[in-house]
C-alpha cells in the first residue's frame, strides 16, 4: 500500500500546532503530530523540504523500516526537530494500519491491561484559598490526581501558575506560551522556593488528607544538591512523584538526589530518545518515564522504552500538556492503555477551539481515560476549520534570578 500525498497543516486554535496528513493511494488518511512548543515551523520546514519527497511511493505498511530509514539515514540524529518529525510520520502510519486492519492502536499493541488510564489535572494558585479552589476544580474535572504548583512569596512571576498574569491573558492551561514577538519574562529565586514549597504542601494535606495522589513540577531549576534537599523535606508529605528536579543534560546529578531522598522522581519531557533514558533507567535513577510520543519519535520508541523500563520496575508518566496536539495525546493513550508498566498520565483538557479542529474520540469518566475504539489513533482533523486560524509566532517564557542572571527551565 503506496503512499500517494504528504502534506503538513499549520493551525492555531488557542495555540499553535503541526500536524502531517499522509494519504494512500487507496485513499486511507494518517494523521500525525510535529507540534514543537515555540519552534514549530523549525519541525514543518524539516518535513516538508526535507521528508515528505521521501515518503512518496513508500510501502505505508513498513512502519518500523521507514523509522529507521528517517533516523539512520540523515547521518545528523536525534535532537528535538528531528525527533518530532519523525513521531508525526510513524503516528501517521500506526493510524493508516489501524484504519486498515479496522482496529484501534492499542489493540494493535497488544490490546488492553486495565480498564483507562489514572490521569492527574493540573492545580495552582498565588496563595493557599486560590490553590485550593484550584485543586477543587481539578477534582471535579475528574482526575483523581492533582500536581500542585503555587507562586512564591516576594517573587514577581512564576511558571505554572494559571492566574498570575501572562502576556496573552489567555487561560494558562491552553496556552503557555505567550503569542507575540518577543517570550515573556518571569522571575525565579531557588532559595524562597526550597523554604516556601514544603508549607504549601503541609497545607494541602491538611486540607485535603493523606489519600490524594500529589505531585509537582521542579522544571529543571535546581542544583543536585538543592534538589536532594526539596525531595526530602516533602517526604512528609508523601508525593506520587517530582518532575525535573534538575536540568537534564547532567544525568549523574540524579545519582546525588536519589541517594539523598526517596521522594520518587520522574524526568524526560525534553528527552528525544531511548538513549537520553539508557543510563537512569539502568541505575534505577528514576521512577517515571516522561517522553512524549511526539517529541520522542512516535509510537515505536515510545513501546520500546517503556518495555527496557519495566525491566527495573519503572512506569509511564507520559508527557500531556497542551502543546501535545489530541493526535499525539491520543498516541501515547493507546499505549499507556496497551502496555503492562503504566503509572499515571497527564491531562491538561484542549480548549474547545482546539476541539473544534481537531475530533477527539476518546472518554474520561469515573477518572479513567480511555481512547478511542474508532480505527487507529482515533482522531480527525477538520481542514476547513484549521485554515481559519493561521500560524502566530508565540514562546514560552524564560526567567532569571533576582540578579539578572538567565536562569534554567
Ligand atoms: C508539564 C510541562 C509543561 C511544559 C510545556 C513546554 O509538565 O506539563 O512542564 O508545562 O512546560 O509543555 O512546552
Ligand atoms: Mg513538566
Redesign the pocket.
Known sequence: MRISSADIIVTSPSRNFVTLKIVTEDGVVGWGDATL??RELAVASYLSEHVLPLLIGRDAHRIEDTWQFLYRSAYWRRGPVTMAAIAAVDMALWDIKGKVAGLPLYQLLGGASRVGLHTYG?ASGRDLPELFDSVRATLEEGHRSV?IQTSIPGVRAV??VASQAQSTGERYDYE??GRGSQPAEEDWDTGAYLRHLPTVFEAVRNEFGSELPLLH?G?HRMTPLQAARLGRSLEPYDLFWL??CTPAENQRALEVVRRNTITPLAIG?VFNTIWDFQHLIQAQLIDYV?AASTHFGGVSPLKKVMDFAAQYQIKSGF??????SPIGFAAQVHVGLAIHNFGIQ?Y?LHSSLTESVFDQGMTFVDGFLHPSDRPGLGVEVDEEAAAAFPYQRAY?PFNRLPDGTMHD?
Open positions: 512548543n515555540g493540573h500536581r511558571y505554572g503557555p506560551a513540577d522544571h518532575e525535573d519531557e516522561r508527557h500531556g500538556p497542551t502543546d501535545v497527564e491538561m514560552l527551565w
